[in-house]
């Protein structure tokens, strides 16, 4: 694959994976909506670029937005822009590491297959401290050739890579990881407030299960680096993982099925994210808990 790469949506997630492209020889034509994160990638000899440069000059380009619906619109813009300018490129791969619906990516494989243009999703786990050590997980949907073709590349942004088979499989499964994460999140939650309210240190308590069968990624890294220090800066916001949890329901909800858990959880980090206000990290979670955790510590005997 070329060495030219358009990479547009630099957020928290975004332009950590575009500056290690940059520091790994890649050229980089940026766009972001915010000005001030294309400009602050300009520092590190990125290019800032409209959309029409993007689709000209680049080999590649990668999608690292918010939701489906804004994908779904740059992925349109895209596509008018190569038909219109008639580009006679050898191969333009267009990859949406973003959290998108997985229907809609299939959707969106199917329209630029039709126009010439290969279509991958490899949306990542990890969180933002490994997109900056290039230590994500990426679950790559699509076409296996083009996948090959573009491993090497992926590997800079991830230390796990995996090919997950047809078109719109990377976007259902990070989906999936995530209510399972948002699973783990809120009972450790639960379970730490419990822990507090009958006098036990909650460090003790989080130590014993990530040593016992209790352990998950919110025992063993979230609830140390973010939520019992009280920092809560994990670099991902509570609204986008209720975004991921809404995605797995409604493709359930889709397939004719449902879990009373997954409604749950939806429901739940709804509730948080209202009551929460503004845009709070999504370990805040633990503070909305608090709220509804009943144990008396007058009955603790």
Known sequence: MGKTIGFIGLGNMGFPMAKRLLNHGYKIHCYDINENASSSLQEFGAICSTLSDIVIHSNTIILMLPHSKI?????????TIYTSYHLQKEELTIIDMSSSFPLDTKSNFEKLAGIGINFMDAPVSGGVKKAISGQLSIMVGGSEKVYTEHYDFLRIMGEKIFYTGTSGSGHLIKALNNYLSAAHMLATCEAVHILSQFGVDPKIGVDVFNHSSGKSISTEYKFPQFILNGQFNSGFSLELHKKDIGIAKEMLDHMGDSTPLMKLLYDTYTQA?????GQPDHTEIFRFVSSYTTLNKGDSK
């Open 71 to 79: 994908v779904n619109e740059v992925i349109n813009q895209l596509a």
């Open 273 to 277: 994210k209202d009551e929460l206000g």
